[in-house]
T-cell receptor, first 111, second 114 residues
Framework: GQQLNQSPQSMFIQEGEDVSMNCTSS?????WLWYKQDPGEGPVLLIA?????ELTSNGRLTAQFGITRKDSFLNISASIPSDVGIYFC???????????FGQGTRLTINP | KAGVTQTPRYLIKTRGQQVTLSCSPI?????VSWYQQTPGQGLQFLFE???????NKGNFPGRFSGRQFSNSRSEMNVSTLELGDSALYLC?????????????FGPGTRLTVT
């Protein structure tokens, strides 16, 4: 079936550090989305990517649509306490309509 | 513009009962998708409705059903509840049916089955 492999599953970092996470698949994607979810809330859309090689920033967040169209990366620079949460990647496979989601990366920040 | 709203936010039911959850999409959005989220399984796709028609369906038993109204509001129903149905149920809406496919999520309904 269609799968998205998101890694790492969890991260424990110090405040101020940079963070990197990624999603990979064997399928080709037309769209990549990155979400953040706080406890007890729905995921919030952070960044949307539509073209291979596209690099998009949202404040301290930067995401890239992989050139092979099979992966995407999210970087967070100079992490702060409010960055804590679960980050999900989601993508729309070429020819499909629904989104598929990664399993999430849980980010914990030590002050 | 108001975001996606879901009601109720919290619900406690007993096994065997049925439940109906409601979702109001962002104004102008015609696609509504439902997801089940549990700690062990992550986000699992239930179904998607577009223009009152179910367009996609995930791998859930027939006890899970949904519908969409002409104003794009959607409801999800779970009959004969089981303990394993305890989860956060998320609704997401989207503006276009092809091309860019950004989904915006509501806050979810936390269902507890006892």
């Amino acid at each position: 079936g269609q799968q998205l492999n998101q890694s790492p599953q969890s991260m424990f970092i110090q405040e101020g550090e940079d963070v990197s996470m990624n999603c990979t698949s064997s399928s080709i994607f037309n769209t990549w989305l990155w979400y953040k979810q706080d406890p007890g809330e729905g995921p919030v859309l952070l960044i949307a990517l539509y073209k291979a090689g596209e690099l998009t920033s949202n404040g301290r967040l930067t995401a890239q649509f992989g050139i092979t169209r099979k992966d995407s990366f999210l970087n967070i620079s100079a992490s702060i306490p409010s960055d804590v949460g679960i980050y999900f990647c989601a993508g729309r496979i070429q020819g499909a309509q629904k989104l598929v989601f990664g399993q999430g990366t849980r980010l914990t920040i030590n002050p | 513009k108001a975001g996606v709203t879901q009601t109720p936010r919290y619900l406690i039911k007993t096994r065997g009962q049925q439940v109906t959850l409601s979702c109001s999409p962002i104004s102008g959005h015609r696609s509504v998708s439902w997801y089940q989220q549990t700690p062990g399984q992550g986000l699992q796709f239930l179904f998607e409705y577009f223009s009152e028609t179910q367009r996609n369906k995930g791998n859930f038993p027939g006890r899970f059903s949904g519908r969409q109204f002409s104003n794009s509001r959607s409801e999800m129903n779970v009959s004969t509840l089981e303990l394993g149905d305890s989860a956060l149920y998320l609704c997401a809406s989207s503006f276009v049916d092809r091309g860019p496919y950004e989904q915006y999520f509501g806050p979810g309904t936390r269902l507890t089955v006892t």
